[in-house]
């Protein structure tokens, strides 16, 4: 079992920036990719973007790219998710999941998830 808990969202102005960190507990963090994921209401939970178990491969969603960047620290047990540039469509709850595949961008393709993080961008 892997237990991972997110911190760091809430509310900020478009143009704002955020970073969201993912501390994990149980089986070795460095043996898993790991990804975040998104939800806005009334909407499927989406990729955003993933890393490699060792911090090498990156994979990022078209309408991020340029503005997130997702690093991880394994001698921190954590996985960040810096995000630059907000805008209102980036509101969502945020999630950070870990799966043994990198680089994949399906739900069912990671086994274990944290609880989500709200991140709000203001107009």
């Known amino acids: 079992q892997v237990q991972l808990v997110e911190s760091g969202g809430g509310l900020v102005q478009a143009g704002g920036s955020l970073r969201l960190s993912c501390a994990a507990s149980?089986?070795?963090?460095?043996?898993?990719?790991m990804a975040w994921f998104r939800q806005a209401p009334g909407k499927e939970r989406e990729f955003a973007a993933s890393i490699s178990e060792g911090g090498g491969g990156t994979n990022y969603v078209d309408s991020v790219k340029g503005r997130f960047t997702i690093s991880r620290d394994n001698a921190k047990n954590t996985v960040y998710l810096q995000m630059n540039s907000l805008k209102p469509e980036d509101t969502a709850v945020y999630y950070c999941?870990?799966?043994?595949?990198?680089?994949?961008?399906?739900?069912?393709?990671?086994?274990?998830w944290g609880q989500g993080t709200q991140v709000t961008v203001s107009s």
């Open positions: 999941a870990a799966g043994i595949a990198v680089g994949l961008t399906r739900v069912e393709n990671y086994d274990y």
């Open positions: 149980g089986r070795t963090f460095s043996n898993y990719a």
